[in-house]
């Protein structure tokens, strides 16, 4: 794909869309991937500057009263565009493996709707085109990686991925011992995914 018209043809997707959101998931992994997850926080960001971070809490946790909040969150600003950091093959499936095994009596229609409707803009892909617009090179890295770019180092971004960065735990241990142990910092954690995502979507396209 070359690179300028890759984000050419994406501009003109998103030309003229005025409500703009990122999600991104905090999730306890039990077996491996997308294998009974537990989903413990969905963070929720919009172009205007509105961020969210819905997270339950270990005594009390209830992870469709969780997406019963993202579902109105959904119907209250009626998203266009859905960005995130693989959030398509992550972060969305994930969601949609939880929404088929629901009952009908408790279908929640703003998220199926607005996943189904929304133009959804992984920024993985969109970072990948800038760095190889900018240095000839395509790669997929981690967003960790994606925040310490050269070409990014002036925008005002949170750059929290150290916060699950724990001596002797793997990111998923250290995400559930944050829930259990220290609830804000896994919070400024969350926000800093959406934030700087945003952020660098601001970057890209001007906006």
């Known amino acids: 794909m070359d690179s300028v018209i890759g984000l050419s043809r994406i501009k ?26 537990e989903i413990i926080a969905v963070s929720l960001g919009t172009i205007q500057g509105t961020y969210k971070v819905l997270m339950s809490y270990p005594d009390s946790h209830d992870e469709y009263e969780l997406l019963k909040e993202v579902d109105n969150f959904m119907d ?15 972060d969305i499936t994930l969601i949609n493996t939880k929404l088929v095994k629901l009952s009908y009596s408790k279908q929640l229609f703003n998220l199926k709707y607005f996943f189904g409707t929304s133009y959804l803009l992984d920024m993985m892909y969109v970072c990948a085109l800038d760095m190889r ?22 925008l005002d971004l949170m750059r929290v991925k150290d916060n699950v960065s724990i001596e002797g735990m793997n990111p998923a241990e250290a995400v559930e011992f944050l ?25 890209i396209f001007n906006k």
């Open 12 to 37: 003109n997707r998103i030309n003229g869309a005025k409500r703009v959101m990122a999600i991104d998931l905090e999730t306890l992994v039990k077996k491996g991937f997308l294998e009974n997850e």
């Open 76 to 90: 209250t600003y009626q998203p266009e565009v859905i960005i995130g950091y693989n959030h398509v093959n992550y």
């Open 133 to 154: 617009l900018r240095m000839g090179e395509y790669k997929l890295n981690s967003l960790k990686k994606v925040l310490n770019y050269d070409a990014y180092a002036d």
């Open 179 to 203: 829930w259990k142990n220290d609830r804000e910092k896994l919070i400024e954690y969350s926000k800093g995914d959406v934030h700087d995502i945003i952020e660098i979507y601001k970057h």
